[in-house]
């Protein structure tokens, strides 16, 4: 971090440069009033660019799986996934039964694993017993003497003791969950082989080999995996309840307009055809519901709907804008219109150019969803994931496998009794607001789901072996024109692949994944991202002064979005003035 | 008086008492390998770091993803010290592919930080700056070793590995070429345990790292997929797949396995789970320096692979059938395992005998 002040005045700018405990290269820069402890203004900015979309038009439309998985390090598998959803669309193939569980346990280990590790090994860290000390010491002496109600279950008799356990490397909890995130896993890597590209998913299918063995190794890992859910629940609940009763008013760290969006996760292969036809029915079968959520009511399940709204705007990125250029596709399938901004209509030109504040600051352009009821260009975000996928999944109430339960109000997740724990149920609210705690929290729920669907997966995939329908992949052929759209979940939360056809070859293909939304910067209107938007205006409760300030708010907020930045961000927070060196940087090995 | 345990004569001092490992993950990369590396048991992350391994240096680690401080110049402080000669000995991993910066006149492909002019620093700038002070070089995974996905064809960015950056004859300041770790992404226990090579060396426990010609540790990289693959035998059989999900060999399906430099089949992906062709995901290459264009399309039969599959194809039948009649005879218990009062297996008994027998 490095600050700098000008004299006489009461904001100080200052920088996170790169910001540590994320995927990628993100910087924050701030202007923060330490009277008023706020944050006064915020920007957003990606110092990566790698042209994913240049380098693959005129390439074989069957290899765009195995080259987007390289897109992101920690969720490859779902951009890989995603890719078959619209490769199977454009190439007109149902894969069979069989596949679609495999992906989906596949999958669900994925979504274990990533929020496990970004949980409990880097967001935790924010709130471990070293930094509580150096940021809120009255919060740790306060914890010190604060029982955790469920001590009984996760055996850690106060709430210091716990955040003791988060410390890095050494802490017992924070190795824990390392070791259940290789658990996790390994899990993925039976479904999927690799991680985190994965070796055996195919447009039509996949290629793992269905057995008993298989099935079993997948099934006493998730075993393991439920009994680790059941102590973590109530781990998080007591460390994240404590901080709203530590320190009041913390409710609005990172608090945002509620305005969530997913795209759904884990498709149900007795109604999904891949046909965009279909999509509006087999979206809402998902496992997962589809939807926006705007100030906290449900404007919309429908993919076909979410699809037709998705707009491309450049704002303050370093892209030429495409007006006027090719347009690839004007109808949808349907027959619907399709706005010049959609991205199977974007064409990607970068320019590359100094860093302006004032002007352009990014390598992400500004996705927005446009609400044809207001005429709005929506800044969504995915609420680092899984508080989204929770909030739209419990407010449909369309979710009831047994395992879990969509209420209209809540979750109820269901875990089957384990080696030192009995059945327990576990139920998740919707929360009053959208901000940093109840992004975490949400988190750690998702995690629980995926553990209670990949359950429900495992009974099916058992059942298609037994029945013996082992076949998991189908034939297709790559038609000279098409087009393909797929809607899957990154673990971070929305994720869509575009992709156009011409004479057999990508003619155009556009991934955005959940951080250009979160991520990204000033739009065409002047609206701020969600990450600028959640942290300007937010209050500060860190103890220290501008000379030590550590900007724990500032990071617990950024990181309760999961950023992850193969796509690139910085912040910045600040009008331009005349700076100065406040302090000299640290230097020297902590550890 | 200190108690020192007998055994500890056993354990040498280690030649340097501490090392700093700085890991630089922002070239054009997906930070899969940082990933990878927390998946790696042999040995883990935190045994290296918690100084769980005999002989070792202490191990200052360095990593913007799992790095204590919030970031900015909190945590580049060690990076600038580095440059400065105030952090000695450091080694440098560098994660992502290099972008050419000189194709344009402004901005950058790839930066962290933030200069005096207030413009970003580009990761090149950072690597010319620490690279001359580092004990070793090490480029993690494909992109960094060679280019790999980032420079494929058609790319707007001019990216390169390290390699190509530095010159193929780059050496350490005490003497070691750069030692690439290629994996899309790196296997978890190949890189850890190369790390842990490394760090042997420095302490003097270990002789210089034994590299080929392409900078890759030689005991890692030496066989092919195919001679660690457990499909080799249907391939020696001529018994090829021909739908993915099949569990005999699928080189006909697109697997380069037979020529790629790779060790994944054999040792798994992590904990000996997983893998590639062994587990039904055709070989992309993506170990080799010719990744991934030298591979594309993905999904269709390797040229060289139509004819050697041809060729193995007249023996691979023949043997097949041969063994399918040894194996039925296999597959039949002897004749004297039956019930009845006759002893039929070769055995002559004085002292006992059915009279019911013949």
Redesign the interface.
């Known amino acids: 971090m490095s600050d700098s002040a000008s004299p006489g005045k009461q904001l100080v700018e200052m920088s996170w440069d790169p910001i540590t405990r994320i995927v990628g290269s993100l910087g924050i820069y701030t202007k923060i009033d330490f009277e008023e402890r706020r944050v006064v203004e915020c920007h957003s900015t990606s110092s990566i660019f790698r042209g994913y979309s240049i380098f693959m038009k005129g390439k074989d439309p069957r290899d765009a799986h195995f080259i987007t998985s390289r897109i992101c390090g920690i969720c490859g598998d779902n951009h890989a996934t995603c890719a078959n959803y619209a490769q199977n669309m454009a190439f007109g193939v149902k894969p069979p039964a069989m596949a679609e569980w495999i992906v989906n346990l596949g999958e669900a280990a994925e979504y274990m694993f990533d929020h496990n590790i970004f949980q409990d090994n880097l967001v935790g860290v924010d709130f471990c017993e070293k930094m509580v000390r150096e940021t809120n010491p009255g919060v740790l002496e306060l914890a010190e003497h604060t029982e955790a109600p469920g001590q009984r279950v996760h055996g850690f008799r106060t709430i210091a003791d716990i955040m003791r356990s988060l410390n890095p490397f050494e802490g017992s909890f924070y190795k824990e969950a390392l070791h259940m995130s290789r658990v996790a896993r390994e899990m993925f890597c039976l479904m999927e082989g690799r991680h985190v590209h994965p070796s055996t998913l195919y447009p039509g299918g996949v290629g793992t080999v269905p057995s008993q063995q298989l099935f079993t190794d997948y099934l006493l890992r998730l075993l393991k995996y439920v009994e680790f859910m059941k102590k973590v629940v109530p781990l998080h609940d007591d460390l994240f309840d404590f901080f709203y009763q530590a320190l009041p008013g913390y409710e609005n760290v990172g608090r945002r307009r509620i305005l969530l969006g997913c795209w759904g996760a884990f498709q149900d292969p007795s109604v999904c055809d891949f046909r965009y036809e279909n999509m509006s029915h087999f979206g809402r079968k998902m496992f997962v519901t589809p939807g926006i959520v705007v100030d906290g009511k449900l404007v919309t399940t429908d993919l076909v709907e979410i699809n037709l709204g998705m707009r491309i705007l450049l704002g303050s990125s370093f892209y030429d804008d495409w007006a006027g250029g090719e347009q690839f596709v004007t109808r949808d399938p349907l027959g619907n219109p399709v706005d010049p901004r959609h991205p199977w209509n974007q064409t990607t030109t970068p320019r590359p150019q100094k860093r302006d504040f004032k002007d352009k600051y990014t390598w992400v352009m500004a996705p927005r969803w446009f609400d044809q009821r207001t005429g709005e260009h929506l800044a969504l975000d995915s609420g680092g994931g899984a508080l989204a996928r929770c909030w739209v999944t419990a407010l449909a109430g369309v979710v009831d496998f047994g395992y879990v339960k969509a209420t209209g109000h809540s979750l109820k997740i269901y875990l089957p009794k384990t080696v030192n724990l009995p059945e327990t149920e576990l139920e998740w609210r919707i929360p009053e607001w959208s901000n940093a705690l109840e992004r975490n929290r949400a988190r750690t729920y998702f995690q629980a789901y995926a553990a209670a669907a990949a359950l429900y997966f495992i009974d099916r995939a058992f059942e298609e072996l037994h029945a013996g329908r082992t076949t998991t992949w189908h034939d297709f052929k790559v038609p000279d024109e098409g087009v393909g759209c797929g809607f899957h979940e990154a673990v971070r939360g929305i994720l869509s692949h575009h992709m156009v056809i011409r004479g057999g070859k990508i003619a155009n293909y556009h991934p955005y994944p959940p951080t250009p939304w979160n991520a990204s910067p000033r739009d065409s209107f002047g609206t701020p991202g969600p990450y600028e938007d959640a942290v300007q205006g937010m209050p500060l409760f860190e103890e220290n002064g501008r000379d030590k300030f550590k900007g724990v708010d500032i990071m617990r907020t950024v990181r309760s979005f999961d950023p992850c930045l193969p796509c690139g961000v910085h912040m910045y927070l600040g009008g331009g003035k005349e700076l100065l060196l406040q302090h000299a940087p640290r230097f020297g090995a902590s550890r | 008086m200190t108690l020192i345990p007998h055994g500890r004569s056993t354990q040498p001092e280690p030649a340097i008492p501490?090392i700093?490992v700085l890991w630089i993950?922002?070239g054009?990369?997906?930070?899969?390998?940082?990933?990878?590396i927390?998946?790696a048991?042999q040995p883990?992350l935190?045994e290296i770091?918690?100084g769980a391994i005999p002989g070792l240096p202490k191990v200052?680690?360095?990593h913007?993803?799992?790095?204590?401080?919030?970031?900015?110049?909190?945590?580049?402080?060690?990076f600038?010290?580095a440059i400065r000669g105030?952090?000695e000995p450091y080694l440098l991993v560098v994660e992502g592919s290099i972008p050419n910066e000189k194709i344009?006149t402004?901005?950058?492909?790839?930066?962290?930080?933030?200069g005096s002019d207030?413009?970003?620093i580009t990761t090149c700038q950072w690597i010319d700056d620490l690279a001359p002070g580092a004990q070793a070089l090490i480029a993690i995974g494909t992109c960094a070793a060679y280019g790999?996905?980032?420079a494929?064809?058609?790319?707007?960015?001019g990216?390169m590995g390290l390699r190509d950056y530095l010159g193929r004859e780059w050496q350490s300041k005490i003497g070691i070429p750069i030692v690439n770790m290629p994996g899309?992404?790196v296997q978890p226990d190949n890189f850890m345990e190369t790390l842990l090579y490394l760090l042997y060396q420095l302490a003097g426990r270990a002789p210089m790292i034994p590299l080929d010609a392409e900078g890759r540790p030689t005991w890692l990289f030496s066989a092919t997929v195919h001679e660690g693959c457990d499909r080799g035998g249907y391939y020696e059989q001529a018994d090829f797949a021909e739908?993915?999900?099949?569990?005999k060999c699928?080189v006909k399906?697109g697997c380069w396995g037979p020529v790629v430099q790779c060790n994944?089949p054999k040792r798994?992906?992590?904990?000996g789970?997983?893998?590639?062709p062994n587990?039904?995901?055709?070989c992309?290459g993506?170990t080799m320096p010719g990744f991934?264009d030298k591979f594309?399309?993905?999904?269709n039969e390797p040229p060289g692979a139509i004819m050697s599959s041809a060729a193995v194809g007249m023996y691979g039948r023949t043997v097949r059938a041969l063994r399918s009649f040894t194996r039925m005879s296999l597959n039949r218990e002897p004749d004297w395992r039956a019930p009845g009062p006759e002893l039929r297996t070769g055995y002559e008994p004085t002292s006992y005998r059915n009279e019911d027998a013949k």
């Open positions: 501490a700093n993950t922002q054009l990369s997906c930070d899969g390998d940082t990933v990878a927390t998946a048991t883990s935190e770091v918690l200052n680690l360095f913007p993803v799992l790095a204590y401080e919030q970031g900015g110049e909190d945590f580049l402080g060690a600038r010290a105030d952090l344009k402004e901005g950058y492909w790839a930066a962290f930080g933030q207030g413009q970003p790999g996905i980032h494929m064809s058609g790319n707007p960015t990216a899309c992404p739908s993915y999900g099949s569990p699928i399906l994944v798994g992906w992590m904990a789970i997983g893998g590639c587990v039904g995901g055709v992309i993506c991934p594309m399309p993905f999904m």
